[in-house]
């Protein structure tokens, strides 16, 4: 039971360009979600899925879009990345059966020259 | 949406002594609350939560004290050890329908000298 794992765990990226970060969970949890860590700062939700085939946006959205391509994976794309987007990306998945808790992978950190 | 934010953004104990972190939180209709432990190079990990209908939760050394009348979270660590060194954040549901969406704090950077 690998838990939520995260690939890649570092890129950089130059202005314009595109990438997906991937994500996975093992623990049959119905939602997932994308957030964003600035330094110095908490997370902020980017987009979130609620149940398999259904996505919505978050705090930030903008320069993103996701894909819930099935219970397990929940991935984040940059089709133009932009120096704004340098940060931390953290995917987290939710217990099914009435709580909030989220539990986070290890985090990738991007980079965009 | 409303935001919930830490008096302290950083803290610095010995070890063996307690630690008090305190969170202030401003939508009321928030009805869940966890603490989250951040350490370096990883992901938030889990510490206690608290619902809206209890005051006072308790787990392996550390004990989460919720005071709706004023709209503050604290979490108490007892007996602080190096290993306890981190980001601490907490985070709160919004209540109703933003189930599993949760708002988190700035943080406090708690230091832990031997």
């Known amino acids: 039971n690998a838990g939520v794992t995260q690939t890649p765990k570092f890129q950089v990226l130059k202005t314009g360009q595109s990438m997906t970060l991937q994500c996975a969970q093992d623990?049959?949890?119905?939602?997932m979600y994308w957030y964003r860590q600035d330094p110095g700062m908490g997370l902020r939700l980017i987009y979130y899925?609620?149940?398999?085939?259904?996505?919505d946006k978050g705090e930030v959205p903008n320069g993103y879009n996701v894909s819930r391509l099935n219970k397990r994976e929940f991935s984040l794309r940059l089709e133009s990345a932009a120096p704004s987007q340098t940060s931390v990306y953290f995917c987290?998945?939710?217990?099914?059966?009435?709580?909030?808790?989220?539990?986070f992978g290890p985090g990738t950190r991007l980079t965009v020259l | 949406g409303e935001s919930v934010g830490l008096h302290l953004p950083t803290l610095s104990v010995q070890e063996g002594d307690n630690s008090i972190i305190n969170c202030a939180y401003s939508?009321?209709?928030?009805?869940?609350f966890i603490w989250y432990k951040q350490e370096s190079g990883k992901g938030p990990q889990f510490i206690i939560d608290?619902?809206?209908?209890?005051d006072k939760r308790q787990g392996q050394r550390v004990t989460v004290l919720l005071n709706k009348t004023v709209k503050h979270l604290s979490l108490q660590i007892a007996a602080t050890q190096p290993g306890d060194s981190a980001v601490y954040f907490c985070?709160?549901?919004?209540?109703?329908?933003?189930?599993?969406?949760?708002?988190f704090g700035q943080g406090t950077i708690l230091t832990v000298h031997p």
């Open positions: 985070a709160e549901n919004g209540g109703g329908t933003s189930y599993g969406k949760l708002t």
């Open positions: 608290i619902r809206s209908n209890m």
């Open positions: 623990m049959n949890h119905n939602s």
């Open positions: 987290a998945s939710i217990v099914s059966g009435g709580t909030d808790t989220q539990y």
């Open positions: 899925s609620a149940s398999e085939g259904t996505t």
């Open positions: 939508n009321s209709a928030s009805d869940y």
